[in-house]
């Protein structure tokens, strides 16, 4: 199970940082990600991060965002820094098996003004 958390509301230049708390499986072995979905907008892959710590970042948050994970707390994250307004979108976390995405958390929202 993936339960994500730290969206909201934020002006255009703020930070957040969403969290990703996984359970029911083996998360320091796990492959994980981050996408997003805006409103009429296919959905986006955002950010990897594999079990040993190698990172992905899209073009289009590569310096602003940052994947990171915390396999003591089976936590994934990712911090948001200098917000767009084309920022806002649903965010998911994910899980890979076999580099396909075999789970999704319900998501959390992130409007940027």
């Known amino acids: 199970q993936l339960v994500e958390s730290g969206g909201g509301s934020v002006q255009a230049g703020g930070s957040l940082r969403l969290s990703c708390t996984a359970s029911?499986?083996?998360?320091?072995?796990?492959?994980m990600g981050w996408y997003r979905q805006a409103p009429g907008n296919e959905c986006e892959l955002v950010s990897t991060?594999?079990?040993?710590?190698?990172?992905y970042y899209a073009d289009s948050v590569k310096g602003r965002f940052t994947i990171s994970r915390d396999n003591a707390k089976n936590t994934l994250y990712l911090q948001l820094n200098s917000l767009k307004t084309e920022d806002t979108a649903m965010y998911y976390c994910?899980?890979?098996?076999?580099?396909?995405?075999?789970?999704w958390g319900q998501g959390t929202q992130v409007t940027v003004s």
């Open positions: 994910a899980k890979y098996v076999d580099r396909l995405v075999d789970d």
């Open positions: 029911g499986f083996t998360f320091d072995d796990s492959d």
């Open positions: 991060i594999s079990s040993d710590g190698r990172t």
